[in-house]
């Protein structure tokens, strides 16, 4: 099978960043993929498909976050996972949409 | 901006470790760190069963037993002050509905401020930094007392690869 290589660069856009709740919702998607899933901040490359090692990007909103992926499934892999990350924003608010947003997590 | 690297001693409140809980249930273990840290006074004004209610709601959206006999039931909190946690040790184990769908020994209860999630994800990062060690859970696991806990977080601090 073909196996590609891509990479895009996303940046976290939800108020609270990538706390466990969306960390919990990136891993579900990457492990969807067969696609091996990295993702960096600058200091470190992490398993995207670990809940553990998410969790250990505090990623802040507006942090820019490197996801790699390797495998048939590259492309889809990483078009998920953006999608999440910046267009629906892990369904989180924007920092603008904070007023009035009860605290819940 | 809060400093680089936030430490395990900024924020685990060294009083309120439990080494041997006597809770039996996921519940009852999170009622008991709270009131631990209720007792030394780091809650302030903040009642603990407010806090545990918090914390078991939260819990019952999505487990943070992560798997590995760990887990870090956390809540944000509007009138915490500060980001503060409290380690609790089970020896006999409690289900958590972990991921692994394990036992739990170790449970690091989080409570953060409602306003500063950057301080949040700074100390959520440190505690699984080590948690990721196979080495710092199973120190973690084997402490019996108190004392113990409080070497292990300290010698954390100074080994990043603990």
Redesign the interface.
Known sequence: MENKICEKEVTIGN???????PA?QFVDIANRFQSNIQVSNNENTVDGKS???M???????GTKLSISAEGSDAEDAIEALRELVEDKKFDEPAPDQEAGHS?K? | MLEQYMKLMDFVCLDAIVPDLEANDRDGAIYELAGSLAKIGALGKIKPDEVAKAVIERENEASTGMGKGVAVPHVKHAKAKRVMAAIGQSSRGIDFAALDKKPVYSIILLISPGNDPEQHLQAMENIFRHLQQEQFRKFLRQAQTKEQIIDLVEEADENPSL
């Open positions: 108020a609270d960043g990538l706390h466990m709740r919990m809940i553990m090692q969790s250990m990007l505090a990623a802040t909103v605290e997590k």
